[in-house]
């Protein structure tokens, strides 16, 4: 999934002067009809969603976003997203702290180290990754790395560098914050690595064997050019990722133990927008708890469209910047 | 137009065909019954998992339950998504209103055991409801505290932490628990009250009495609550808990009966009470429940649903459902009042 | 003297860093292999000995007392029968929205709808899945279709675009010769663009289906209130092996988590192989059309 431009190609109109028949125009509004309702949808999406959320859009307003509470007791009803948002932008952050430079050493890996036998299959491998349904990814979570983490790296990290505020008490069920972090950076590390990949084989040969012919080692090139050239994709890669890393929702909530709460403690358990949205949603009971939770969602959106359209703007200066036209990938 | 590579075709349409042909074949015998859905109370789903296995067979209905705890099932029958719900916390008037139309009727009773996991020590441990109350408020954090010892003398308890698994979804057993940590704790009535959900201040948030269970099962030193039948199904140690006559008492049929007794008339609306009996209820388990079904009063379904109802408080009570689970046999004083609310059910 | 030795220590020091940099390269790659081995690893051997027939055939029996055999057969029928009308729904209407910007749109509309589309494949599933609850179950229920709905929204923009793509390498000189000889566009495109094109367009939905069968999310807000009994009627809610799998993985016993290991075995199998033959279409195709 890229975030490439259609490739400009000439426009195929009826040419001027032609008889255009019913077949074309009924063609055309069905095509048409198609192309109007995909965009219509987006519009629908973000509408219908502010229409569910009114009643707590109405009653709390903005300061719901930063608010820490959800109080669902009926009579002291108070909800707001504040814990929730904390814990998408920590969770994300770190994910992608994690995954980054994993996602750039496999793509640099394929790109300018591997032996061309091993390319194609490790690429394909790479890719398969992102093929793994999160809810599969949240049961070995769950099950497999949660337990993990909790026998052996947590306390290993506590003892060691407890100090750090970061790695505070292990709570002692298997869910935590970090095992969420690690979890998602998993299901984002095929994304940016395969940006990255296309990115890297997309430097002009003539700038990376020119550095070589004067005497760099393939570090100093990478670092001197492949790197400084591919700069703004891969800002679009990080942010495609985080994108993808908010709004992540079965895998986060499988491993993240939930909590209405903001505390520094990776080893603890925490909950992100998506996460109590999907815990939460099937038994909400008011009116009033719904609209909040799909306030939720609301605010999820807006990040996720935020991250999206970031991404894709960054993506259209850069192209513009190196004049390169780009097209289908391989 | 281009081939697509004949063998692919041919293996793929194969394989799928395959897997087609074996759900299909096994899904083959599958009778055409009438359904019935409902949705609710995960403190009840045990009980109901055995009926959906009996009612196919003796009233050739097929009943679909969904486990999404009590919350979620007043809320599915206010929409009318379901046919009935299930809850263990009775409605309130708001609740009564917004569902329009609709009665609640106890259908099972059972008791809600509070389970702990504690390599090494024995079951059954003494506990009382100030104790708890502390321990579910975060003020006790561990197993070998005072409080816990001098309930539990001559046995020795370790120094773990103590890890409270909690309900993240509205729960009818939650609210079991906190009216009964209310009648017996000033302190948590005031802090947080009753209710389907509070405001947990420790913890870790499960969903469903399932999810509380493997959560206990799974930590070392946690503390949760569910209803017996999950305790039991997963081995898992619960308290003895101390009455208001002084007596430790577990949530089996003798403790939940004594308690049931506590209560005999259901008020207006259907509701009975039976949390933490007076004393002269001498063996009663003070975490004891009713359970009801919402049913609308006008509905398409009213016959397989009266149908249902009527089979679920007569023959779904006797000991062939209900003894393993530990629930038991709705008192024929309630029993009297079910029947006269199901007959009002009419399409 | 100083200088050569100089120049010799420096060469040897950025021969150290380029040597370590390459083995950390070589390093990421490896660790990335293994966590992809170690999950699908974990998968399969863990679903291993829930694996047999009695998984795609019988019913679950929740809270079963007795020994009595079950497994998941009303997810897998459930799975097949919403990813089908998912594909049924989405296909159609991605191939015309394809159809419309390669084949009819100004180069402005191009650049919009082509916005349009990679702004819905950013819409978090979750989102997608609150939204249809709130346009379609909310007051009415749940039902297979809703939920086929859900997905077929997620897989629009990845058809759309895989069509685009592989129409746009359809030579343009097929297209003029077509019309030169009188042949309407309607006709040209239906008959000679788009019979080129079915490659990339079975490429496209393979991918499409391969990402949707393992969607959770919104499947939890459409068709997740389900009964027992297999049944293959999309207008009642059906169960489905994604949500099956996330209802069993939050269950503590571990006959319910090897059963949803078995099924998640499945599902990863299925997606696997559908993914790597899209990929090997698409390359084949690609190198078809062009070629040609």
Redesign the interface.
């Given at each position: 999934m890229s975030a490439a431009d259609i490739s400009a190609e000439p426009v195929r109109r009826p040419f001027t002067g032609r008889r255009v028949r019913f077949g074309d125009l009924l063609l055309q509004a069905l095509a048409g009809g198609a192309a109007l309702g995909a965009t219509v949808l987006v519009g629908l999406i973000v509408w219908k969603l502010i229409d569910g959320a009114h009643p707590a859009l109405s009653k709390y307003g903005l300061g719901f976003v930063t608010r820490i509470a959800w109080n669902p007791v009926v009579g002291h009803e108070l909800y707001g997203a504040g814990s929730f948002l904390f814990g998408t932008v920590i969770t994300s952050f770190f994910a992608l702290l994690v995954a980054t430079p994993l996602a750039i050493g496999v793509a640099l890996f394929l790109s300018e180290l591997a032996p061309r036998v091993v390319q194609a299959p490790v690429t394909a491998l790479v890719e398969t990754l992102a093929a793994v349904p999160s809810v599969l990814v949240g049961l070995w979570g769950i099950l497999v790395l949660g337990p993990a983490l909790r026998t052996h790296i947590e306390p290993w990290l506590h003892s060691g560098l407890g100090w750090i505020p970061l790695f505070g008490t292990p709570s002692a069920a298997g869910a935590s914050v970090f095992t969420a972090i690690i979890v998602l950076a998993i299901m984002i590390l095929p994304i940016v690595s395969s940006i990255s990949r296309e990115l890297f084989l997309g430097v002009p040969s003539e700038l990376k064997e020119g550095a070589l012919a004067l005497g760099t080692t393939r570090w100093e090139m990478v670092r001197g050019v492949v790197l400084p050239y591919s700069r703004g994709g891969i800002a679009a890669a990080l942010i495609l990722g985080l994108g993808r890393a908010m709004g992540e929702a079965i895998a986060v909530t499988q491993v993240i133990g939930g909590g209405v709460f903001i505390h520094w403690n990776l080893f603890g358990t925490g909950d992100t927008l998506g996460s109590k949205i999907a815990a939460s949603y099937q038994g909400a009971s008011t009116n009033l708890q719904s609209a909040s939770l799909i306030y939720l969602g609301l605010i999820l959106l807006v990040l996720s469209l935020a991250a999206n359209i970031v991404a894709q703007w960054i993506v259209r200066r850069v192209s513009r910047q190196h004049g390169v036209t780009r097209g289908g990938h391989a | 137009?281009?081939k697509?590579?004949t063998s692919?075709r041919i293996i793929?349409a194969v394989a799928a065909a395959a897997?087609?042909a074996?759900?299909?074949?096994?899904?083959a015998g599958?009778r055409s019954d009438a359904?019935v859905?409902g949705?609710g109370s995960t403190f009840v789903?045990?009980l109901v998992?055995?009926w959906?296995?009996a009612v196919g067979g003796a009233l050739g209905i097929?009943?679909?339950?969904?486990p999404?705890?009590?919350?979620?099932g007043?809320?599915?029958i206010t929409?009318?998504?379901?046919d009935f719900g299930a809850s263990d916390a009775p409605l309130?008037s708001?609740?009564f209103n917004a569902c329009n139309g609709c009665e609640q009727i106890p259908w099972a009773l059972g008791g809600t055991s509070i389970m702990y996991n504690l390599p090494g020590v024995k079951n059954l441990l003494h506990m009382d409801g100030a104790t708890l109350a502390k321990i579910f408020m975060g003020q006790i954090t561990k197993w070998s505290d005072p409080a816990i010892a001098s309930l539990n003398k001559g046995v020795s308890l370790p120094d773990t932490?103590i890890?409270i698994?909690h309900r993240?979804?509205?729960?009818g057993t939650t609210y079991n628990l906190t009216d009964y940590l209310s009648s017996v704790s000033p302190s948590w009535k005031s802090q947080?009250?009753v209710?389907?959900?509070?405001?947990w201040p420790v913890g870790?948030?499960?969903?469903?009495s399932?999810?509380v269970?493997?959560?206990?099962?799974?930590?070392?030193?946690?503390i949760g609550y569910a209803d017996v039948?999950?305790a039991l199904?997963?081995h898992l140690k619960y308290f003895a808990m101390k009455n208001n006559s002084g007596k430790f008492t577990t949530p089996g049929s003798r403790g939940i009966l004594a308690a049931a007794s506590s209560d005999q008339k259901p008020a207006a609306d259907n509701s009975l009470s039976i949390v933490n009996p007076p004393k002269k209820f001498a063996n009663a388990y003070p975490i004891s429940t009713f359970t009801y079904v919402i049913v609308p009063l006008q509905t398409s379904k009213a016959a397989d649903l009266k149908k249902l109802l009527f089979w679920a408080v007569t023959h779904g009570q006797t000991g062939t459902y209900t003894a393993?689970l530990r629930f038991v046999p709705l008192p024929k004083s309630v029993l009297v009042v079910d029947e006269k609310a199901i007959s009002k059910i009419h399409s | 003297m100083t200088e050569h030795v100089l120049r010799v220590e420096g060469l040897a020091r950025r021969r150290r860093v380029n040597h370590l940099m390459e083995s950390l390269a070589w390093l990421a790659a490896v660790i990335a292999i293994a966590i992809l081995a170690i999950v699908v690893w974990s998968v399969a051997r863990k679903g291993w000995s829930e694996l047999n027939l009695d998984l795609l055939t019988k019913s679950p029996i929740p809270f079963s007392l007795t020994n009595a055999p079950q497994g998941l057969s009303n997810a897998f029928a459930g799975t097949l029968v919403i990813v089908g009308v998912a594909t049924l729904m989405a296909l159609p209407v991605g191939i015309l929205v394809a159809v419309y910007l390669n084949e009819f749109a100004p180069p402005s509309i191009r650049t919009g709808v082509g916005l349009v589309l990679d702004v819905l494949a950013g819409v978090p599933a979750i989102v997608v899945g609150i939204f249809v609850f709130v346009l379609l179950v909310a007051g009415s229920g749940q039902s297979g279709l809703k939920g086929a709905f859900a997905l077929a929204i997620l897989m629009l923009p990845f058809v759309a675009r895989t069509t685009i793509e592989v129409l746009a390498l359809v030579p343009n000189a097929l297209r003029e010769a077509s019309l030169g000889l009188g042949i309407p566009q309607w006709r040209t495109t239906l008959s000679i663009v788009l019979p080129r094109a079915v490659g990339g367009i079975l490429t496209g939905t393979v991918l499409a289906v391969a990402r949707v069968a393992g969607e959770t999310a919104p499947l939890l807000f459409t068709s997740s209130l389900v009964g027992n009994q297999t049944s293959w009627n999309p207008a009642h809610a059906l169960q489905t092996i994604p949500v099956a799998i996330f209802e069993l993985s939050e269950s503590p016993d571990p006959k319910d988590h090897a059963r949803a290991w078995a099924a998640g075995f499945i599902l990863l199998l299925f997606i696997l192989c559908a993914s790597l033959t899209a990929r090997w279409l698409a390359t084949r195709n690609a190198r078809k059309i062009a070629g040609r």
């Open positions: - | 137009m281009p697509l590579g692919i793929s897997l087609l074996v759900v299909v074949a096994g899904t599958a359904t859905s949705a789903s045990p998992a055995q959906q296995q097929e009943l679909q339950y969904s999404i705890g009590s919350g979620g007043i809320a599915a929409s009318r998504t379901v309130t708001d609740q932490a890890t698994a993240s979804d509205n729960s947080l009250g209710g389907v959900a509070v405001n870790v948030g499960a969903k469903g399932s999810g269970a493997g959560v206990v099962a799974s930590t070392p030193g946690a039948a999950f199904q997963n393993k | -």
